[in-house]
């Protein structure tokens, strides 16, 4: 705890993970991915289905061991043993997507939230505990609640029932995946309002995991854009969303409502699976920044198709893994252009 | 002209195990041809239920009321061959689960096909000739004609059945929650398909979401339902940006606008959930979550009421602003 202050609570070095698929292809899910979350900070990881952004949170959370790299919390790396595992997802909690398939439907709201405290061997004060964190999650009076069962409740309560079940174990970081794509957009506002309380009055850090940029814009501090298992642009939510520099973030932001990018780059294709991640920079295929000359312009044509990136460093700083990106915009940090000349 | 979809106090009461349950309580409005309206309301607002209740896809005994006209056609009257025929022909419906929407035994092209040999008997030849070419236009490889739904991502599935959707040139298009499932790019490439095909093709389009960013985005008016009504209806982008009715104000509000500093670390949510169909809250339905209700809220039940022209709100606190040109509102279909 003393080094929490200065070090990254979480963190996560030159981090892989594989999985063999059948028939013997590996699909490279995490490949490669330098993450640090700093105390009572919000991080948004966004991409699309596929893109790996699943399989870092549950690496994070010990629940995948990594094929490369490592994890470490408060500095000291993650080990692999029961005991140790337990420890570290007592400090590091899931909140899942779908809170129906998250409760069991036959145990009462008491219970699923005290569950984790019985898990833990936490004996004293139970009803206490239980009602603290009922009333952190917004169920208040929390005694009214205790009795209730999961389909007594309406979709945003279920929701609280489950961040109320991650908080009673007095965590440091919360992992949420898709938090709110299950919810009504209404009651949408109000959960993430509760993740950012929570932040301000516990200081509780937060990975959320979601395809939503509305999302992060509405909670994150920063957010780290992942595509097929690489983070290819990370930094500050006000930074990455207004400015983006990847050409990936740009084609995202640009399909939103009233973007900030007047011409909306609808990119054609699939993401491509991650048992072929392609050669070169692996969003060349898709890339509209090469296909629409600017790149050859620039000189990198053949980089982008031949010459991997270096997997983004963690940093306070905004950089980009594009090879576009260094030779346009010299001033950015990005691994290819590491001194500012 | 005559619209080409006039439904006119529509009610629908689905009969459950816990009683009659009103899940249309009184809809109107039109649509001309090549015209697009946006459906928007959370789950249980019943804004599926009108999609299903045009084409007459709600099951057995549920109740209907009021009238639905399909290019001049009483669908709620017509006989079940006749529907038939506007079935795929005059009207039809993308829904959200392409995979459960596809026979997962049959192949692509044979599935496009099916319909385009029921309505135009053409030879399965020149109708599996037919499905590649809108396989095609929705912008699918051809040879994926021999594939099952199995093996087509999700996105590539969706254009599966818009492709079956056009294969009969209908006049109307009703896509309810036809994108939701799919990820942002895979969306934005739908989305604009969609576009593009109504435009060019003249199709009236009805678009059903609880994404109200995304329906202004596609379509000209904009419909927000709260249990079972309208509360409010008008020019997409103006009621997006500037809703009348509180609910509807909540509603845009809960989609940030990326880049807007007001909603950066400010989201907006509403307190309390979706009313229960079956146990409604008397007067309007929306008081008991409204942020600025009123003491007559809970008692006075509140139609649309012409809040600017060709714009209506259902809320007490809407004056009328659309006195130069009311008659314009009147010609909405709301009387």
Known sequence: ?341 | MMPLLEIDDLHVTYRGSRGAIPAVRGLSFSLEPGETLGLAGESGCGKSTVAAAVLRLLPAGTEVTGRIMLDGDDVLTMTFGKLRAVRWAGASIVFQGAMHSLNPVHRIGQQIAEPIILHEKLSHEAAEKRAVELMAQVGLPTWRARSYPHQLSGGQRQRVMIAMALACSPKLIIADEATTALDVMIQAQVLKLIKTLVAERDIGLVMISHDLSVLADTCRRLGVMYAGKLVEHGPSHEVFAAARHPYAQALSAAFPTVGDPAERRNPHGLAGDPPDPADLPTGCPFHPRCPVVMAECDSTTVELRPARPDWQAACLRVEDNSAPTSTTAMALGET
């Open chain 1, 1 to 341: 705890m003393s080094d929490a202050n200065n070090g990254p609570i979480l963190r996560a070095e030159g981090l892989s993970v594989r999985f063999t698929a059948p028939g013997g292809r590996v699909a490279r899910a995490v490949d490669g991915v330098n993450i640090d979350l700093a105390p009572g900070e919000i991080l948004a990881l966004a991409g699309e289905s596929g893109c790996g952004k699943t399989t870092l949170a549950r690496t994070l959370l010990g629940l995948e061991r990594p094929t490369e790299g490592s994890v470490s919390y408060e500095g000291r790396p993650l080990r692999y043993s029961a005991r140790a595992l337990k420890a570290h997802r007592r400090a590091v909690q899931l909140v899942l997507q779908d809170p129906t398939g998250a409760l069991n439907p036959r145990h009462t709201v008491y219970d699923a939230v005290a569950e984790g405290l019985r898990i833990h061997g936490i004996h004293d004060n139970e009803r206490d505990r239980v009602a603290a964190a009922l009333s952190r999650a917004g169920l208040r009076p929390p005694e009214k609640f205790f009795l209730a069962y999961p389909h007594e409740l309406s979709g945003g309560q279920r929701q609280r029932v489950v961040i109320a079940g991650a908080l009673v174990l007095d965590p440091q970081v919360i992992i949420a995946d898709e938090p709110v794509a299950s919810l009504d957009a209404s009651v949408r506002g109000e959960i993430l309002a509760l993740l950012l309380r929570l932040r301000d009055e516990l200081g509780l850090a937060a990975i959320v995991v979601t395809h939503d940029l509305g999302l992060a814009w509405n909670i994150a501090d920063r957010i780290a854009v992942m595509y097929l298992g690489r983070v290819v642009e990370d930094g500050p939510v006000d930074e990455v969303l207004i400015d983006p520099r990847h050409p990936y973030t740009r084609a995202l932001v640009s399909v939103l409502p009233n973007s900030t990018i007047t011409e909306s780059i609808v990119l054609a294709g699939e993401p491509p699976d991650a048992t072929q991640v392609p050669r070169g920079c692996r969003f060349h295929p898709r890339c509209h920044v090469l296909a629409g000359g600017s790149a050859a312009e620039a000189g990198v044509a053949d980089q982008c198709r031949t010459e991997d990136l270096p997997a983004l460093i963690t940093s306070d700083q905004r950089q980009a893994a594009c090879h576009y990106v260094a030779a346009h915009i010299p001033t950015s940090t990005t691994p290819t252009s590491p001194s500012p000349a």
